[in-house]
């Protein structure tokens, strides 16, 4: 099993940034898509952003132009840059990543979830 590790949640004000981080262990083969995904109280996850091993990207409408992932394929990394937060998006954040482990096998991969509370 492969856990991915997420770091930068908090507490922020309406209008204010966070950057949410997440990092896959180095003993793997390599990875294809990372996303994140998001889950508020009472509803289904949902997909927030998605980017790909060459950097295309893709968002849903209520973040569009408010929020920016990111890669680092040589660390193993991902990152969700959110700006104009709203209290509408609070919810706790997962990332989830498609890996290819060091047999070649696919797994998807999640982390153990990031609280983002915005205040209004």
């Known amino acids: 099993q492969v856990r991915l590790v997420e770091s930068g949640g908090g507490l922020v004000q309406a209008g204010g940034s966070l950057r949410l981080s997440c990092a896959a262990p180095?003993?793997?083969?390599?990875?294809?898509?990372m996303a994140w995904y998001r889950q508020a109280p009472e509803k289904q996850r949902e997909l927030v952003a998605r980017?790909?091993?060459?950097?295309?990207?893709d968002y849903a409408d209520s973040v569009k132009d408010r929020f920016t992932i990111s890669r680092e394929n040589a660390m193993n990394t991902a990152h969700l840059q959110m700006n104009s937060l709203k209290p509408e998006d609070t919810a706790v954040y997962y990332c989830?990543?498609?890996?290819?482990?060091?047999?070649?096998?696919?797994?998807?991969?999640w982390g153990q979830g990031t609280q983002v509370t915005v205040s209004s």
């Open positions: 989830k990543a498609d890996v290819i482990n060091n047999n070649g096998i696919p797994i998807g991969a």
């Open positions: 180095g003993s793997i083969r390599s990875i294809n898509d």
């Open positions: 980017v790909t091993r060459g950097g295309s990207t």
